[in-house]
């Protein structure tokens, strides 16, 4: 009797047991006492981290992950394999961490942690990023990995803001590499080159500390192409190279090139005015076009806010960072501005292959793409200062077109308005003569006398620059009622602007 009363009463233990260890496993985040192995294993990794133990976290992580492959635990313990090798630190250690959060990406895109996983593969490459005269690999890795926290996951307005940030940080970085690259080809000089980079890198990083300083070095490396056309000039002058009639053909071409390099300048010039008002170089930039005989610009009322507060958002570096730069292999970013939009598109960079076939489309009298349809496609519109081909003068065309074609001084053939009239007696009808005393023909290219001779009147692009932030663009006369409203004053202009910065190199201006 009391045996059986025994094996009722470990049934009863068994039972009560069973139902408490159950009750357990459904929720194992109810209680923090759970006995559950999977949560276990968790636990006793994630306490390892906490004391920098972190072979030991990621043996229990790996653990875990390797035999409870169906666990609720298994996203947050990939996430903590990758934060242990994170929080390790080292170039090695963050190669796999990095290895480890793509993985995560991979298998929980939908999981809150997916955007901070992202953040934190581009804060290992933000962390190894360099001085701009050393390696850039890490800096433009750094560039793409935020862009894609942006764009990938809007939804995250916390980690938006910080990829943002630092984004604008980076930007500031490549963007000091970009320049240091075009002033060092303008002090070499190579002018194609200078201008080359320069333009592209302010159409790409607008919110660069030294735009201003970028693109007065734009302009002057456009002055300084006119400097080397006028001593060319001068130096075939002096030479006697060539018949008097080719020292004119060559000497207006070069007119011709000086003409669109000023224009040029002038609209880099202008955009310092325009877009970066408070910064160091506006005043010489006002020099420089009052020397080049071109109109200075006002920056409206919202351009100058907006350069002002780009401005004032920008830091100082301190004594100490200061003193300890030489020492230290990461760059300052101190200077980068905290408001704005950091550029999320890369455009297209300027060639300066492109730029020299332009220039010589200019000394040739055409635009860069008249000469490239001519060159490359051979047909279209034909050349300026010729008329329209005539059958007549192909060889090679069939009696039956020859006979369609009008016969000069045959009395039953219809008058053609496009026809070349015929020379005088006594004179050759292929001779430049007869092109000369032919009817005018309204189908006939007229050259651009324009571009032969430097305009009188400013440039009418010279205004374009004045765009509002929203994307409207000012009136082009900046004396009228409705445009005035919208310049901003001289005297706010003025008051806007800080002292001249400490070290700044001025480059001085080409005569």
Known sequence: MSLRFSVIGLAATLALTTACTNKR???P?????????????????????????????????QTLINAYPDSEFIARAKLALADSWYAEGGTAAWAQAET??????????????????????????FHQMEKPDRDFTHAVRAEQEYRQ???????????????????LQVQEVIAEREFRVGRFYYLRPSYPAAIARLQSLVDRYPLYSKADETLYLLGQSYEGEIALLHNMDVQERKLHKGSEAQLKANQLARERMATDFAAKAAEAYAKILTRYPVMDRSDDAKARLLALH?????????????????????????????ATAAFDRHPDVSSATKVGDPAMVDPTPVSATALVKRANSVAMGK??????????????????????????????VSPTDQDAAQIPGDPKAPSDPNEIKPAPAGSDSASP?????????????????ARETPPAA???????????PSGTTAAPDPNAASSSQDLADDNAVASSKHKKKKGLRKIIPLK
């Open 100 to 125: 480890e959060y793509k993985d995560f990406e991979t298998f929980f895109p939908n999981m809150p942690e997916a955007a901070e996983a992202q953040l934190k593969i581009a804060n290992i490459h």
């Open 458 to 468: 400013p440039p009418a692009q010279v205004n374009e620059l004045q765009v509002q």
């Open 25 to 27: 496993v459904s929720n």
């Open 433 to 449: 003569s007869a092109a000369v005393a032919a009817a005018p023909d309204p189908n006939e290219l007229k050259p651009n006398i």
């Open 294 to 322: 071109q109109p200075v610009p006002r920056p409206t009322k919202a351009a100058l806010a907006q350069n002002k507060a780009e401005d004032a958002a920008r830091g100082e570096r301190t004594m100490l960072s200061r």
């Open 149 to 167: 926290v942006i764009l990938q996951y809007p939804d995250n307005p916390k980690m938006v803001a910080e990829a943002r940030s630092k984004l």
């Open 367 to 396: 635009t860069g793409t008249q000469a490239v349809s001519a060159m490359t496609t051979g047909t279209g519109t034909p050349p300026e200062n010729q008329p329209a081909p005539r059958s007549d003068e192909i060889p090679g």
């Open 29 to 61: 985040l109810a209680k923090v006492d759970s006995k559950q192995p999977d949560k276990v294993l968790f636990d006793r990794g994630m306490d390892a981290m906490k004391h920098n133990h972190f072979d030991v976290s990621r043996l229990e992580m």
